[in-house]
C-alpha cells in the first residue's frame, strides 16, 4: 500500500492507495504530526510519496523521516514526473500544482486539461493534449479576499464564506459574500470560456478545499475530484519506480 502527504497552506492530506484505489483518508493540521503516526499504524504501507507547499515544522518533518518505509518527496523541476515542462521557472512551481495536473493525466490523457484548484489560492493550470504542462496562473482564494476586504478597509467587516449569495447584495454583508463568491464563478467561468474557445474539447477539472458551483458545469464537461493532488502523487510515485527499474 501507498501513503501519499499533501501538505497546504491549511492543513495535510493523507490517503491511503491500495494500487490507485484510494482506502482511506484522513485531514490533520500542521502541528499534529502524532496524527500521521496514527493513521499509519492503521494501514500496512510499504512506501509513500509526500509533497508540501509550507515550511515544515522539525517535528512534522521528524515524523516523516522516521516512518518505517520510504518516502519520495515531490520537488518540482527536480523529480522525475510524467508531463512534459514548459514552465519557464520549473523550480518555483508548487509541488501541489504539478501533482494536480498529473493527476487528471492518469484519467484523462491525451485531452486538453485545465485544472482548477480553489483552496487559499486560486490556482489554474493548463496541459495540451500531447501532455506537456505549459503553465498556469494564481489568484486569491475566497478566505484571502474576505479577508482582505475586512484588513484593507476601515469600515467593512470581516464576513463568513457561509450564507446567502444573492446576485446583488441588500446588506453590506451579502454585498460582500456575493461579491466574493459570485467574482470567484465568474472569473473561472470566463477562464474556462475563453480556453473552450480555444480548446473545444477542454476538459475542467475542479479540486481544492472550497466547492464552486459553476454554471452550465455538464456542458462544459467539468468534473469535480477532491483527490486529484494525491492522485498525482501516487502516479508520480509510480512513475519513478518504473524509471528506477530501467
Not at 73 to 79: A, E, M
Not at 89 to 96: A, I, K, N, Q, R
Request: with cysteine; proline share 5%.
Amino acid at each position: 500500500m501507498t501513503l501519499t502527504i499533501d501538505i497546504g497552506n491549511t492543513c495535510a492530506k493523507l490517503v491511503a492507495f491500495d494500487g490507485n484505489r484510494i482506502i482511506d483518508a484522513r485531514h490533520i493540521e500542521h502541528d499534529e504530526p502524532s496524527r500521521l503516526a496514527d493513521f499509519c499504524h492503521q494501514h500496512k504501507f510499504d512506501k509513500g510519496v509526500w509533497s508540501s507547499v509550507i515550511r515544515l515544522s522539525d517535528e512534522f518533518s521528524e515524523a516523516i523521516d522516521t516512518l518505517p518505509f520510504p518516502m519520495l518527496r515531490l520537488q518540482s523541476g527536480i523529480t522525475p514526473v510524467p508531463v512534459a515542462m514548459g514552465y519557464d521557472t520549473p523550480l518555483t512551481l508548487g509541488s501541489d500544482r504539478l501533482a494536480a495536473v498529473v493527476g487528471a493525466l492518469t484519467m484523462s490523457r491525451g485531452s486538453d486539461i485545465l485544472v482548477i484548484d480553489v483552496g487559499t489560492c486560486i490556482t489554474l493550470d493548463f496541459v495540451n493534449a500531447a501532455g506537456k504542462y505549459l503553465g498556469g496562473n494564481i489568484s486569491p482564494g475566497p478566505k484571502m479576499r474576505f479577508k482582505a476586504l475586512n484588513t484593507f478597509t476601515s469600515a467593512l467587516p470581516m464576513v463568513r464564506r457561509e450564507g446567502i449569495t444573492p446576485q446583488l447584495g441588500t446588506t453590506t454583508e451579502t454585498a460582500i459574500r456575493s461579491g466574493v463568491m459570485n467574482g470567484i464563478r465568474h472569473e473561472l467561468e470566463g477562464y474556462i470560456g475563453e480556453f473552450k474557445s480555444k480548446y473545444p474539447n477542454l476538459l475542467v477539472y475542479l479540486t481544492g478545499g472550497f466547492h464552486i458551483d459553476l454554471h452550465n458545469s455538464e456542458k462544459m464537461r467539468t468534473f469535480a475530484d477532491e483527490f486529484l493532488v494525491p492522485r498525482g502523487l501516487n502516479a508520480i510515485l509510480q512513475y519513478n519506480e518504473a524509471h528506477n527499474e530501467k
